[in-house]
């Protein structure tokens, strides 16, 4: 197999041709090729390409580059916390100082962590390919389990979050999994809100592992949008807000956890961080 390091994202794309794979972290991609399940013919690390790592911050928000290591994510204390969290929650200590930021999102499996946080920050992918670069939205990106919208050779470059989705807001994230250490999770829940006078003024929520792709829970976000805290906080409006994420999502059962089970625990993750972002949104205005 050939193996290249280039230093430029340019020369990453030259390099690439029939059957070949991009890697940065390997933490996915190397399973794949310990088992056989691929053998391409060229290799092209992204490892080395200066301008795909490092978070910066400018009046437009947040960019984050996409060889950007996990563990960097995990300990930046100037990203929103779904984020920060969704990050610190992937496999162990080793696999995060490994695994990219990148390589979660282009492998694009319906449970990875950062995938949530992401759709609720409004993320867009920024991507180049031989044909120029194009920027799209993290909802229109995730196209089925290990299936994105990634033309053959493209790359993902940064991910931008925009200024609106940080100012003025908190977030939240949720997963369950069987055990503590490198556990994958079973449902993973991240929230992003607005409260002004003690009301929801904006939120977003999206679940994952509960469907094909991160899912928006629209039905729940209506529920919650313009309540009080007051009302939201009741036990009635709780059941029901459990209830509509139990129906909004499309599980399966698989070998981390059955259909059933997903759905009740989305409520339940939907519950906790709702109660705590109210209370937080609360608590900071007084
Ligand atoms: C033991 C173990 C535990 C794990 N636990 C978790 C967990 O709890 N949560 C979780 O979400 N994931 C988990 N993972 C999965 C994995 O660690 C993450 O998905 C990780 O972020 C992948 O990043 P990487 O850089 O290693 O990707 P790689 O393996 O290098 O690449 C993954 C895929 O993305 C493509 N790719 C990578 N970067 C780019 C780019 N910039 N542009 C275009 N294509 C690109 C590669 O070609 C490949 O198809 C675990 C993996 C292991 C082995």
């Known amino acids: 197999m050939d193996y290249c390091k280039p230093r430029t994202v340019d020369e990453a794309l030259s390099s690439f041709g029939d059957d070949s794979v991009y890697i940065a972290g390997g933490t996915d991609l190397g399973v794949l090729l310990a088992e056989m399940l691929i053998s391409p013919v060229g290799m092209i690390d992204l490892c080395a390409i200066d301008d795909m790592k490092g978070i910066s911050r400018s009046d437009e928000g947040l960019t984050i580059g996409a060889c950007t290591l996990i ?3 995990a300990a930046a204390d100037d990203i929103p916390d779904c984020l920060s969290l969704g990050a610190a929650a992937i496999g162990s200590p080793q696999i995060r100082n490994m695994a990219t930021i990148g390589g979660n999102i282009c492998n694009a499996s319906p449970c990875g962590d950062t995938l949530t946080p992401l759709m609720v920050l409004d993320a867009e992918f ?10 799209l939205a993290a909802g229109d990106f995730f196209r089925g389990p290990k299936k994105t919208a990634l033309e053959p050779g493209e790359i993902l470059t940064a991910v931008r979050i925009p200024a609106a989705s940080l100012e003025g807001s908190i977030t939240g994230f949720r997963m369950t999994g069987k055990r503590n250490g490198q556990v994958i999770s079973q449902v993973n829940m991240a929230v992003w809100a607005v409260i002004i006078d003690g009301k929801i003024e904006n939120i977003r929520i999206s679940a994952g592992s509960v469907a094909p792709v991160p899912l928006r829970l629209i039905r729940c976000e209506k529920m919650l949008q313009g309540k009080t805290a007051a009302e939201i906080m009741k036990d009635a409006f709780m059941k029901n807000l459990a209830a509509a994420a139990e129906v909004e999502i499309t599980p399966i059962s698989d070998v981390r956890a059955g259909e059933d089970y997903r ?7 939907l519950v906790d961080i709702v109660t705590d972002l109210v209370s937080e949104g609360v608590k900071d205005e007084d």
């Open 71 to 73: 563990s960097d994510i």
């Open 126 to 135: 920024e991507l180049k390919g031989a044909g120029g670069r194009r920027a």
């Open 263 to 269: 759905r009740s625990v989305s409520g339940a993750l």
